[in-house]
């Protein structure tokens, strides 16, 4: 498929009800991360289509990403880098922040900037042919797509940095302790699981998915006494909320809520 200027697509966005499924499509590639994909993520996140209440990400041909497109990577100037870098947190924030739950299908390649996407998702799946791996030491180049952060906060500095240093890969149940993954199922279960999930949590009320997906990291980040403080004017807002006001009368009425 091709995009508004003639170009090949390099990913397929499916929708069904008002769940959205993204497939990187650079099968090829093993779904290389380049320019364009970063560009079709951020159009996407940037003007979601109306009535999608949660989004899938997964990968065409068996691979999540296998991170950076090498044969495509551009000598930068370092100012030129930086700003290339801040591009991809970009771009990521509005993955994590945008507003839509998304949950990960993680199979095969999930390397470095796949390993960064994946890490600003709401939840992850892991297949048993999933390889968690950051060989950026083996490449002379280092993290810019925000694993110091997001993949730091998940797995520690401390083993953040041996996975660098080494180019140590995960496997599915290895990723699953660390924390790299929320679940581990079954080869080909993966999509299945995830739009099970996307049910549920496309069906909570609105408002509380969006205090869950804001508030918690950014509390994390906090000292105690404000992140208590931002926590109790979260659930105050919450609690007085339609949502609040649905789930209450569901719950006297015994049967399921309707938030939408």
């Not at 993949?151 to 041996?162: H, K, S």
């Not at 996307?198 to 918690?216: C, E, G, H, T």
């Amino acid at each position: 498929m091709a995009d508004g200027t003639g170009q090949k697509t390099v990913t397929r966005v499916d929708i069904e009800g008002d769940i959205a499924t993204i497939t990187f499509d650079r099968p090829e590639k093993r779904n290389a991360m380049n320019d364009k994909l970063i560009a079709e993520l951020d159009a996407f996140f940037s003007s979601p289509p109306e009535g999608v209440h949660a989004v899938i990400l997964r990968g065409a041909g068996g691979h999540f990403c296998s991170g950076l497109d090498l044969a495509e990577h551009e000598h930068r100037e370092p100012i030129e880098g930086v700003f290339h870098s801040r591009n991809w947190h970009r771009v990521s924030d509005l993955i994590e922040f945008g507003g839509l739950p998304v949950i990960s299908v993680l199979t095969g390649a999930v390397i470095g900037g796949g390993v960064e996407i994946a890490a600003s998702t709401h939840v992850r799946i892991a297949e048993p042919d999933v390889r968690f791996q950051l060989p950026e030491g083996r490449r002379g180049i280092f993290v810019g797509g925000g694993a110091t952060v997001r993949v730091g906060r998940l797995i520690g500095a401390d083993r953040l940095r041996e996975m660098m240093l080494t180019g140590r890969n995960y496997g599915a149940d290895e990723g699953l302790a660390l924390g790299l993954a929320h679940y581990c199922v079954e080869t080909g279960e993966g999509l299945a699981l995830a739009q099970k999930l996307a049910r549920k949590i496309a069906d909570n009320a609105p408002f509380s998915n969006y205090l869950m997906m804001q508030a918690i990291s950014r509390i994390q980040d906090m000292p105690r006494s404000e992140g208590l403080f931002t926590e109790s004017l979260a659930a105050a807002m919450s609690q007085t909320s339609d949502g609040a006001k649905e789930g209450l009368r569901a719950f006297l009425e015994k049967r399921p809520p309707k938030f939408r």
